[in-house]
């Protein structure tokens, strides 16, 4: 499995193996992208590269706009579905993949951001609840800090497995328990963070960090782990609450 599983309430995490191992589950691995501009920077390569690795293809409204604009031959590169409001995506491209046959899904309301849309979208098409399911988010992280913040409270709102990758780091939730992140993908950069977002994390022990946590709580305006590092292949961390954990990646240097 390239994502996620679970074996007596130990979860494993597999964030970036997708990305270096020619045996992606693509039953299961679906690609969305956000509106992230006019450049990738970067990202583009591996979007192009594991394409065809993917099962399904989705652009969050303006994120059509990215994928027409940053990737050459763009008729190799035709998602399945456009979600959103369509209030960002531009006249040309949504004639573009309209006439290459993307399906235009418009949800005009105003409470869900075309992030959530798009994921409330990809869960109608499935009847099961797959765990192993798993989805790989695009979006490059410069840019106006409410979308940012809103793409990381999205993160905490579903029981999905996300991973949303910017142009340096991959980011998803810990949910309250035991968890055994595999880091030896060689596509690690090395730094890594565990964030709590919303509430405190009462409790907290990790191995695999250079500096690991020992039973500590951890509180916006108190402890927090950033700027960390990985010290072992196997990051395992046990959290009474939900974390946010961020890592680096080399992905926009691969040759």
């Known amino acids: 499995n390239t994502g996620i599983f679970e074996i007596s309430m130990e979860i494993h995490h597999y964030p970036l193996k997708f990305f270096s191992s020619n045996d992606a589950n693509i039953q299961h691995s679906i690609l969305l992208?956000?509106?992230?501009?006019?450049?990738?920077?970067?990202?583009?390569?591996?979007?192009?590269?594991?394409?065809?690795?993917?099962?399904?293809?989705i652009c969050a409204d303006g994120g059509s706009n990215t994928l027409y604009d940053?990737?050459?031959?763009?008729?190799?590169?035709?998602?399945?579905?456009?979600?959103?409001?369509?209030?960002?995506?531009?006249?040309?491209v949504l004639d573009y993949y309209k006439?290459?046959?993307?399906?235009?899904?418009?949800?005009?309301?105003t409470i869900n951001t075309d992030f959530m849309k798009s994921l409330l979208h990809i869960q109608s098409l499935y009847s099961d609840q797959s765990k192993n399911r798993?989805?790989?988010?695009?979006?490059?992280?410069?840019?106006?800090m409410d979308q940012i913040l809103g793409n990381v409270h999205t993160l905490f709102c579903t029981n999905e497995t996300l991973y949303l990758i910017s142009e340096e780091s991959i980011t998803f939730v810990l949910k309250?328990?035991?968890?055994?992140?595999?880091?030896?993908?060689?596509?690690?950069?090395?730094?890594?963070?565990?964030?709590?977002?919303?509430?405190?994390?009462?409790?907290?022990?990790?191995?695999?960090?250079?500096?690991?946590?020992?039973?500590q709580s951890m509180e916006i305006g108190g402890l927090i782990s950033t700027s960390n590092l990985l010290d072992d292949k196997d990051v395992i961390v046990?959290?009474?609450?939900?974390?946010?954990?961020?890592?680096?990646?080399?992905?926009?240097n691969i040759k």
Not at 40 to 49: D, V
Not at 99 to 109: A, C, L, Q
Not at 193 to 208: A, Q, V
């Open 99 to 109: 006439r290459k046959g993307s399906e235009i899904i418009i949800e005009s309301d």
């Open 238 to 252: 046990n959290c009474s609450n939900d974390l946010l954990f961020t890592m680096s990646h080399k992905l926009c």
């Open 134 to 144: 798993e989805i790989f988010v695009f979006n490059i992280s410069w840019g106006r």
């Open 33 to 57: 992208l956000l509106n992230s501009g006019h450049s990738l920077c970067g990202l583009e390569k591996i979007i192009s590269e594991h394409w065809n690795s993917f099962s399904l293809h």
């Open 176 to 215: 309250p328990g035991r968890h055994v992140i595999h880091v030896g993908s060689g596509l690690e950069e090395g730094h890594c963070g565990l964030i709590p977002i919303g509430e405190p994390c009462k409790t907290c022990s990790t191995s695999g960090l250079k500096w690991n946590l020992d039973n």
């Open 70 to 92: 940053s990737i050459p031959d763009r008729d190799k590169y035709i998602p399945e579905y456009i979600v959103g409001d369509m209030d960002s995506i531009r006249p040309e």
